[in-house]
């Protein structure tokens, strides 16, 4: 699966779920730490979840 894809699966999926969890952020994290970088689809996808976020629609879960 092309990392963009997988970025871009993992954004939808905090979205459709109207949270973040730890699982989903660190995927996030691991993805972009393995690519090295960040295009602008996955920019874009992850400026819309930090929006979403800014604006209450996610929430965010902490881990224990």
Request: net charge negative; hydrophobic share 40%.
């Amino acid at each position: 699966m092309p990392a963009t894809n997988l970025i871009r699966k993992l954004v939808e999926k905090a979205l459709y779920f109207k949270c973040l969890t730890p699982e989903i952020e660190n995927a996030i994290n691991t993805e972009l730490t393995r690519i090295g970088y960040i295009s602008d689809v996955d920019y874009e996808a992850l400026e819309l979840l930090m929006e979403e976020m800014d604006a209450g629609r996610i929430r965010l879960i902490s881990s224990h």
